[in-house]
């Protein structure tokens, strides 16, 4: 049986959400988001494998334009969606770039290395903040018509109950629980270990504090479904003061 869950978060959004042990030892999850685009185009923020199931429900929602890469370490599949989706816009961070083992992959659009103002396309329907600053040079993306924040490895919300549900494993740790939270003071401290010049994460921290969003996909953990513009402003508290 498989071990992805797809859902539909809203409308116009759907999630794949699968088991993911990082290091082989910490359950945390791993999820892929698209969205249909008011075009009938389909954007993909491709972070777990591309199983016949995630493929069947990409090619219902309509022709996929592009293939997005969160940041430097969500890379591994890039190649298997560029080759099923060959007509579709391959955009990543620059580190992403430089990480992939796949050196066939050419890109459409590469956060870091681009102008700053750079247009991909998408911008109509979804904003983009690429976090410089960030050690693993996560992208935010922002989805106006759903008030939605999809982002990698910036917040997590462990454990991933919706990522395990279909796993023999619960996708429990022993220090998951409140440590888990993007409020805990765990998360907040290795936030801020990741973080390599303050004052360049202040401005995009608060780049994204400004977008009106309720809810957050993560990559990592269930979907915070509401309030998820206050749930970012308490775990950045110390870059919004």
Same mark, same amino acid.
């Given at each position: 049986? !498989?071990?992805?869950? $797809?859902?539909e978060?809203?409308?116009?959004? +759907?999630?794949? !959400? ?16 698209? $969205?249909k685009l ?6 993909v ?11 069947? @429900? ?9 293939? =997005? ?19 579709? @816009?391959?955009?990543?961070? #620059? #580190? ?14 590469? +956060? ?6 750079? @247009? &991909?396309?998408f911008?109509d ?14 992208? #935010?993306f922002?989805?106006?018509?759903s008030?939605t924040? /999809?982002?990698?490895?910036?917040? =997590? ?25 993007? &409020? ?9 270990? *990741?973080v390599?010049?303050? =004052?360049?994460?202040?401005r995009?921290?608060? /780049?994204? #504090?400004?977008? @009106?969003?309720? *809810? /957050? $996909? ?20 110390? &870059?919004?003061?």
């Amino acid at each position: 049986m !498989s071990d992805i869950v $797809i859902r539909e978060v809203t409308n116009n959004i +759907w999630t794949f !959400s699968r088991p993911f042990a990082l290091l082989g030892v910490f359950n945390i999850g791993g999820r892929s988001t698209a $969205i249909k685009l008011r075009d009938g185009g389909v954007w993909v923020l491709a972070s777990t494998p591309l199983s016949p199931e995630t493929k069947a @429900k990409l090619d219902e929602l309509g022709p996929v334009k592009f293939i =997005v890469a969160s940041n430097a370490v969500h890379n591994l599949y890039l190649g298997d969606f560029k080759r099923a989706y060959p007509d579709a @816009k391959l955009i990543a961070p #620059a #580190a992403a770039v430089s990480r992939c083992s796949d050196k066939t992959l050419s890109f459409d659009g590469v +956060w870091g290395e681009d102008p700053v103002d750079t @247009k &991909y396309g998408f911008e109509d329907d979804i904003q983009a903040c690429y976090f410089s600053a960030f050690s693993n040079k996560d992208v #935010a993306f922002f989805h106006p018509e759903s008030a939605t924040l /999809i982002q990698a490895d910036l917040l =997590v919300n462990l454990p991933g109950t919706e990522q395990y549900s279909k796993s023999q494993s619960t996708g429990s740790f022993p220090w998951w629980g409140p440590i888990g939270k993007p &409020y805990g003071w765990v998360q907040k401290k290795f936030l801020s270990a *990741r973080v390599q010049d303050p =004052v360049t994460m202040k401005r995009d921290v608060e /780049i994204v #504090a400004g977008w @009106k969003f309720a *809810r /957050i $996909i993560p990559c990592h953990g269930d979907v915070i479904e509401t309030d998820g513009n206050t749930v970012w402003r308490e775990a950045y508290k110390p &870059y919004l003061d």
